[in-house]
C-alpha cells in the first residue's frame, strides 16, 4: 500500500507507526518543507556500518565525500565505488535535470540514493537526509540501530539566492566563530553568506596595498554603553581578517557549497576608512573610528581622483580573496550628502560632469564603481539606496526599507534581492516583552510575522518577479557581543525564513509549521546551539 499525503500528514504516520521502537523516532520533520514526499511500506534498519558510494574525484565530488564522512563518522563510514554488503548503502548519483539545486532522495531495500544534476544538489539532499537521522548525530553521537522509512522525496528551491549577513564591524568574530555561523547556514539550506566586512565602526579585511587600514581603521577607542547617547566604555576594542584568514573562511564556505559575497562600503560608512587615510575626505579629517552607531556625514569624497585609485585597489585584493563570488557588494547606504554640498572637489565634480545635485553626484560614483568592477568579471549589489539619482546599468538591489526598492529595481527590469526590515533584520527583538529578551536595537519580528510574508510583492506581474532573486536576512551587531547571543538572534527565525526562501508549498497555517519546527529544537540542542524558545510547545 502507498501513501500520498502532504509531510505532516506524513510525520503523523511515522510517529504513530515508529512510537513503540526505542531506537527510531522519527522526530525530525523537515524544513525547509520538501516539494514531493511519498511514504511506502517498509524500513531500512542498519547499525554501525555506512558505505558511501561515489566514484568520482573531482574537486566537488571530494567536498561532498568529505563533509558526509565527517558528518557519519560516528557510523563508521567508507567510501567505495560500488554498493557493498554487510551495512546501508548511501550512493550519490549525477543525473541529467533541469534544477541545479534540485534533488531526489530515495530511501528503500538496503540503500539511500541521493541524485541531483550537480554536487551541490547532492549536497543540499543530503541535509534532508541528515534531518531524517537520528539527531544525536549533530552532537557526534550515533545510536546502535538507524531505522529509516521508505520514502520518496523530490525537492527543490522556490529561490536561488538564499542569504544570510553579518556584520563583523560593530562588533568582530573570529575565524572559527564565523565558521560556525557558515554550519547554521548549510543546515537551513541558505547559499549565500554575506559579509560585512568595513563600516565607520571598524576595517576588518587586511589589503596589502593600504596596511594602515587594519592598523589604524580596525580599531576604536571605546564602545557606546547600550543606548546612552554619549556615554561610552573606555575599553579599546578591534579585530580584523589577515588575507589568509579571509581565505580559509571562503575556502570553508565553498567546501559546503556556499557562495561567500563581501561587502565593502561606500561611499557612506567610511570612517574606518578615512581614519586610516584622512586624505580621502572631503576635509582632511582629523577622523575617528566611530565609538558609536548610526550615520555620519564624514564620507569618501566624490570629487578626490585619490578615493577611486584607492577603492580600485581595495577591490583588486577582495576580487582575488572571494574569486568565485558574482558578486561585490559595494553598500551604497545612508549616504549624507553634506560634506558633498561644501566640498570644492565635489562641486567642480559635478560641473565637469554635468550632475544636477548630490544625488546624481552619488549615482556617478556608485555607476564608476561598477564599471571598475564589471570590467573585473564581478557584478555588483547595493542597499537599496543606489536607486536614487539613477541605477547603475547591471545592478542588482537589495532591499532594505521596506519592499518599495524591490518594486522599482523589478519594474526597470534590474534584479533584487529581498530583505526588508520588518521581516528580515534578526537584530530585531522576539518578544514583545522586551524586559525578557537580550537586548537588542529595537523592533519585533517574530517567526510568526516572518512566516507570513510573501517576498513577491502582489504589485509585480509575472514578468517583474522573474527579477526577485530570493531573500536575505541581516544581522546587524551593535548590541550582539558574541557567538551564542548571534545564535540566539537567528535561532529558529533562520528556520521559518529558511522556508519562505526554499518551499514552493508551504503550510497554510503558522501552527502547523510551528510544529514540525520542534524538532528542530532537538537538533538545536544536540549540536550545542543557544536558541530562543519562544516558540517551543
Known sequence: MRKYVFLFVSITFLLFSCKNNENYSFENNIIPKPLNLEINDGFVEFGNKVFLVLNDDSQDALRLKN???????????????????????????????????????????????????TYNGLFLGFQTLRQLLPPELEAGNAPELIRLPHIKIYDEPRFKYRGMHLDVCRHFFTVEEVKSYVDLL???????????????????IEIKAYPELTRVGSQRSGTLIKKNW???????????????EIKEV???????????????????????????????????????????????????????????????????????????????????DECPKTMWKTCPKCQLRMKEEGLADEHELQSYFVQRMEKYINAKGKQIIGWDEILEGGLAPNA?????????????????????IMTPG?????????????????????????????????PIPDSLNNDEAKHILGVQANVWTEYILDLPHVQYMVLPRMATLS???????RDAEYSTFKKRLQTMFVRYKNAGYNYAKHEVE
Not at 542588482?396 to 534590474?414: L, P, Y
Not at 522556508?499 to 508549498?505: D, L, P
Request: charged share 20%; with cysteine.
Open 186 to 204: 548549510v543546515m537551513h539550506k541558505f547559499n549565500v553568506f554575506h559579509w560585512h566586512l568595513t563600516d565607520d565602526q571598524g576595517w576588518r
Open 396 to 416: 542588482t538591489v537589495m532591499s532594505w526599507r521596506g519592499e518599495e526598492g524591490g518594486i522599482a529595481a523589478a519594474k526597470s527590469g534590474h534584479n533584487a
Open 230 to 244: 554619549g556615554e561610552y566604555d573606555d575599553i579599546p576594542y578591534g579585530g580584523y581578517y589577515t588575507q589568509d
Open 67 to 117: 563533509y558526509i564522512s565527517d558528518y557519519l563518522s560516528p557510523c563508521n563510514i567508507s567510501i567505495v565505488s560500488e554498493e557493498q554488503k554487510g551495512g546501508v548503502n548511501l550512493v550519490l548519483t549525477l543525473i541529467e535535470a533541469q534544477s541545479k539545486e534540485g534533488y531526489h532522495l530515495t530511501i528503500e531495500d538496503n540503500k539511500i540514493e541521493i541524485s541531483s544534476l
Open 499 to 505: 522556508e519562505v526562501a526554499w518551499s514552493k508549498q
Open 422 to 454: 520588518g521581516y528580515c533584520y534578526f537584530d530585531h527583538y522576539q518578544s514583545e516583552d522586551t524586559d525578557s529578551e537580550p537586548f537588542a536595537i529595537g523592533g519585533f519580528t517574530n517567526c510568526e510575522k516572518i512566516y507570513g510574508w510573501n
Open 250 to 332: 571562503v575556502k570553508y564556505a565553498e567546501d559546503r557549497f556556499i557562495t561567500v559575497i563581501p561587502e565593502i562600503e561606500m561611499p557612506g560608512h567610511a570612517l574606518a576608512g578615512l581614519t586610516a587615510y584622512p586624505e580621502l575626505g572631503c576635509t582632511g579629517g582629523p577622523y575617528e573610528v566611530s565609538k558609536t552607531w548610526g550615520v555620519f556625514d564624514d564620507v569618501f569624497c566624490a570629487g578626490n581622483e585619490k578615493v577611486f585609485e584607492f577603492l580600485e585597489a581595495v577591490i583588486d585584493e577582495v576580487i582575488e580573496l572571494f574569486p568565485n563570488s558574482p558578486y561585490i557588494h559595494i553598500g551604497g
